[in-house]
């Protein structure tokens, strides 16, 4: 009776280890991107989107890309944060194998054996007063946990998965550096043709206060009329100070990225003020190309099956676990002058069968599939935000587009405006109020025009980001072995520093 009670105990743990963590649905994409950008759905083309600054067309950007994704810090860190990924990666296939120590140990210990020596057995031995022990050992031990019923395996296969994640991840980074370098780099150039419109609008304003200068001597205007335009200029002249200071900020936020001193990347921009723009279209292809292309998708996926293993390995916790040790050496024994020595074999076999742990490894089972269960959805979200930025940034290049076309012509109005207000001016025909309303719509359309053509290379930076582009993904069978070659082509700085 005793021995069918424990066969049932085990035949339930059994029965219990043998389940499977539940099963997900894959995570759904549409067919098609609902924003039609004009690229169209054509195929995406992998060659552009591994270097896509260099489409805008500007040798200074397409420099300091190549320099951030060697010099980054965020990369050294993500880098670092794989070494940590493949150590434990290391670690975990370790215990695969059997564990081999040299293992040794000597003793001498002096007994004093007097009274023995003294007695009459002792004097007919001739013991001596004191006596001198010996022991040493010298063996060969190896301990292996036979793994039955594959735990460790399991195990080994998800970490496999989590050093793939890490390896995701740092590609992720390397992408997030050159749109961050992208983005930064625009808006400077953005702030320095803001200075330059700044300029103009300042020239433009000087000359209509001589004008209006010049008219008040002729008696001609009031001074009145001096006043409100100085008063323009002076108005135009404290902006500069803003635009000092973001251009500065800018800038140096440009620096840090590429970890350089402070002031490196304002020396080489200088006072051009031309905000780069792709001029090819750029192809979205189709939201399945997601699963290939974006490595944050990519990482959220083996990040995923890692945990899945793991819940997996737990459930196998339920098995018994069976380990053998072997030792094999020579062991000695020495009394005073006499000494003997002897080969040392053992072999053991133990067998370890759970029992009773009060839920300790239920729990382990319920931590794992939690873990994946927030896998799968970050998985989820990782897609959804992936479809959202895409979408997005299609949106806002196809307005953008339209709306720089929109600006182009308001200028060109404003522009003429401006030009009959102050010819009307000087020949007397028009009032101070209408030159100064013109000046001031003609300034008004230019920045209009410039935050337009700003937002549009923003979401061309924005989309080729968002399909997954600045990393090499052909010629590999899968995302794995293409995230895994472009991890490995990552300077390490900070073990390799430069010289």
Not at 277 to 285: R, V
Not at 313 to 338: H, Q, Y
Not at 375 to 390: D, H, I, N, T
């Amino acid at each position: 009776m005793r021995f069918r009670r424990i066969a049932a105990v085990v035949a339930v743990a059994l029965v219990a280890a043998c389940g499977t963590p539940p099963v997900r649905p894959p995570a759904p994409l549409p067919a098609t991107y609902y924003t039609d950008a004009a690229g169209g759905s054509r195929p995406v083309d992998a060659e552009t989107l591994a270097r896509w600054w260099e489409a805008f067309d500007d040798p200074l950007l397409a420099e300091l890309a190549t320099t951030a994704l060697a010099r980054n810090l965020d990369l050294q860190a993500a880098l670092a944060e794989l070494r940590v990924a493949r150590a434990q990666l290391r670690q975990s296939r370790a215990a695969l194998y059997p564990q081999l120590d040299l293992a040794g140990q000597g003793s001498r210990q002096w007994i004093d054996t007097g009274q023995l020596a003294d007695s009459a057995p002792g004097q007919a031995l001739g013991i001596d007063d004191e006596a001198r022990v010996e022991t040493w050992q010298l063996a060969l031990q190896a301990q292996w946990e036979i793994d039955l019923f594959g735990a460790n395996r399991l195990r080994s296969a998800g970490a496999a998965r989590q050093a793939q994640a890490a390896e995701a991840q740092l590609v992720a980074v390397r992408l997030a550096v050159a749109s961050n370098l992208a983005q930064g780099y625009v808006q400077a150039r953005a702030l320095l043709a803001q200075r330059s419109l700044l300029d103009d609008a300042l020239r433009l304003a000087r000359e209509f206060e001589r004008v209006a200068e010049g008219r008040f001597r002729l008696g001609e205007a009031t001074r009145l009329d001096v006043e409100a335009a100085a008063a323009q200029r002076v108005s135009l002249e404290a902006q500069r100070g803003d635009l000092d200071a973001a251009l500065a900020e800018a800038t140096f936020a440009l620096d840090t990225l590429l970890d350089l001193p402070p002031g490196s990347v304002r020396a080489r921009l200088g006072d051009d003020g031309r905000i780069p723009l792709a001029d090819a279209e750029i192809p979205q292809g189709q939201p399945l190309d997601l699963l290939r292309r974006r490595p944050d998708v990519i990482a959220a996926a083996a990040a995923l099956e890692g945990a899945e293993l793991a819940a997996l390995a737990s459930r196998r916790d339920l098995f018994p676990k069976i380990g053998a040790s072997v030792a094999a050496g020579r062991s000695g024994f020495g009394l005073d002058d006499l000494s003997a020595a002897s080969d040392l074999r053992q072999l053991a076999v133990q067998v370890g069968f759970p029992w009773l742990d009060f839920g300790a490894r239920r729990a382990a089972i319920d931590l794992a599939d939690a873990q994946a269960d927030a896998g799968f959805v970050q998985l989820r979200q990782a897609l959804a935000a992936a479809l959202q930025e895409v979408e997005v940034a299609a949106a806002q290049l196809a307005a953008r587009r339209a709306q720089r076309e929109a600006r182009r012509a308001a200028l060109a109005s404003a522009e003429r405006t401006h030009a009959m207000a102050r010819r009307t001016y000087e020949v007397g025909l028009a009032n101070l109020g209408d030159v100064l309303d013109a000046e001031n719509g003609l300034v008004e359309a230019r920045r209009q025009l410039l935050d337009t053509e700003r937002a549009l290379a923003l979401a061309q930076v924005a989309l080729y980001t968002a399909l997954g582009g600045g990393w090499d993904v052909a010629p590999a069978r899968t995302a794995a072995e293409a995230v895994a070659r472009e991890a490995a082509g990552v300077q390490d700085r900070i073990r390799a520093p430069e010289e």
